[in-house]
Nanobody, 124 residues
Framework: QVQLAESGGGLVQAGGSLRLSCAAS????????MGWFRQAPGKERELVAA????????YYADSVKGRFTISRDNAKNTVYLQMNSLKPEDTAVYYC?????????????????WGQGTQVTVSS
């Protein structure tokens, strides 16, 4: 079992920055793959960024490449998403996901556990 808790969401103006955190407990954090997804109203949940168990491999959706950075601190059982140059279209509920396999997962079906989500709202 893995429990996930996101934090760091909020309201920010376009061009601003936020850092999301996802704290994990339970199964050995250092062995699991992690990802950040987002879901806007009326849309499907989509992968934003993902990171392998060691942090050596990362993936970014084209829409956030160059603006967002995913990282992890296995000593703190925490994964981060640094979001810079935010745009109104980044507005969504952001979810942290964890998967048993330590490699990067690219779809929601490849993740085994989810956090409750944190709202990010970017005003124009």
């Amino acid at each position: 079992q893995v429990q996930l808790a996101e934090s760091g969401g909020g309201l920010v103006q376009a061009g601003g920055s936020l850092r999301l955190s996802c704290a994990a407990s339970g199964r050995a954090f250092s062995s699991i793959g992690m990802g950040w997804f987002r879901q806007a109203p009326g849309k499907e949940r989509e992968l934003v960024a993902a990171i392998s168990w060691s942090g050596s491999s990362t993936y970014y959706a084209d829409s956030v490449k160059g603006r967002f950075t995913i990282s992890r601190d296995n000593a703190k059982n925490t994964v981060y998403l640094q979001m810079n140059s935010l745009k109104p279209e980044d507005t969504a509920v952001y979810y942290c996901g964890a998967r048993y396999i330590g490699s990067i997962g690219y779809s929601t079906s490849q993740y085994d556990y989810w956090g409750q989500g944190t709202q990010v709202t970017v005003s124009s």
